[in-house]
């Protein structure tokens, strides 16, 4: 009995110590479960590495300055950008404002101008009545407005760029304000004797974008069109500074007969609706006339059967435009 009784016990001792010893072994497993789904849970982050070329990317940026920073705002801006135009404000030294917008080909960061490549071209676009801003809608509005236009997207559209990449400028006057003072169906008119303040300040943004952006620039190839009030406002810039620029094509629009022994031997292409009756076609007619008489050579392209609006068939030419790229001012 007293052998019976041990044996009892010694199993109970037995059966005890495994119960606690498999308590134990699922205490651990357990444990051992939970740390690895927390450390797998909770892996630190790793800072992604800066590609390679970072360090050229930065030196970069410090060798162009102000186009490299500029090309920082154009990033920044790219949400509400339009077509790749970026909004600007330009204040003159009296305190005058223009809204303008700047397109700038997205690869011109990364270019290097050699002989063969000495830079972008300018155009300067100027637009019509129509697209005019208005001081009690938004800086959208007036953006789309204008941007948005099918003559004005023409200019930073895929197929343009891809044949002819430019830097276009297109500033933006504020209503009532016009480029010229002259009553557009009268034609031509006498050139005033200062030009109006919103003409000054678009040749005063196109000379401060000539200076920030002087490294990837070509000053040969700067250009000037525009549309109907815009065309006035490209006949009378040309008239008063017509050593900025290459080449001038105004579409539906007059100038002043009397002052085109200045612009006798620029690259001129001059376009107008035979039916025009916005804008006479006789203004034109006459604009070429003046230059042949001063010994130029002009261009002039009348549209049989068409009225004012034409400028979206000029822009969309491709011989129009190639002749555009084409001319360069003589150094």
């Given at each position: 009995m007293r052998r019976i009784m041990r044996w009892v016990r010694w199993r109970g001792t037995q059966r005890f110590q495994r119960q606690r010893l498999w308590g134990a072994l699922c205490i651990i497993v357990g444990a051992l479960a939970m740390a690895s789904a927390l450390s797998g849970s909770a892996k630190p982050v790793r800072t992604p590495r800066r590609p390679s070329g970072s360090a050229a990317a930065a030196a970069e940026t410090r060798e162009l300055g102000e186009y490299a920073r500029h090309l920082g705002v154009q990033s920044a801006l790219a949400p509400t950008a339009v077509d790749g135009f970026i909004t600007r404000t330009y204040t003159d030294p009296g305190g005058a404002t223009m809204v303008y917008y700047l397109y700038i080909p997205p690869d011109a960061?990364?270019?290097?101008?050699?002989?063969?490549?000495?830079?972008?071209?300018?155009?300067?676009?100027?637009?019509?009545?129509?697209?005019?801003?208005?001081?009690?809608?938004?800086?959208?509005?007036?953006?789309?407005?204008?941007?948005?236009?099918?003559?004005?997207?023409?200019?930073?559209?895929?197929?343009?760029?891809?044949?002819?990449?430019?830097?276009?400028?297109?500033?933006?006057?504020?209503?009532p304000n016009r480029w010229v003072d002259a009553p557009p169906k009268r034609g031509v008119y006498t050139l005033a004797p200062t030009p109006t303040t919103s003409l000054t300040l678009a040749h005063e943004i196109l000379q401060v974008t000539l200076a920030q952006y002087a490294s990837v620039v070509d000053t040969h190839r700067v250009y000037i069109t525009g549309i109907s009030m815009g065309a006035f406002g490209v006949w009378d810039a040309i008239e008063r500074w017509p050593q900025d620029f290459a080449a001038a094509a105004p579409v539906s629009g007059a100038g002043d007969p009397s002052q085109v022994s200045a612009i006798a031997t620029m690259p001129i292409w001059d376009f107008h609706g035979a039916l025009d009756t916005t804008v006479p076609p006789s203004a034109s007619r006459e604009m070429i006339a003046a230059i042949t008489a001063a010994g130029g050579h002009p261009l002039y392209t009348e549209v049989p059967g068409a009225h004012h609006d034409i400028w979206v068939r000029v822009y969309s030419d491709h011989t129009f435009l190639a002749w555009l790229f084409a001319q360069q001012r003589a150094a």
């Open positions: 960061l990364v270019t290097r101008h050699t002989s063969a490549s000495k830079g972008y071209p300018v155009v300067l676009l100027l637009h019509g009545v129509g697209e005019r801003g208005n001081l009690a809608q938004s800086v959208a509005q007036n953006r789309n407005r204008l941007i948005t236009n099918p003559y004005v997207r023409l200019w930073s559209s895929p197929t343009v760029q891809a044949y002819w990449p430019s830097i276009i400028i297109v500033p933006q006057v504020a209503s």
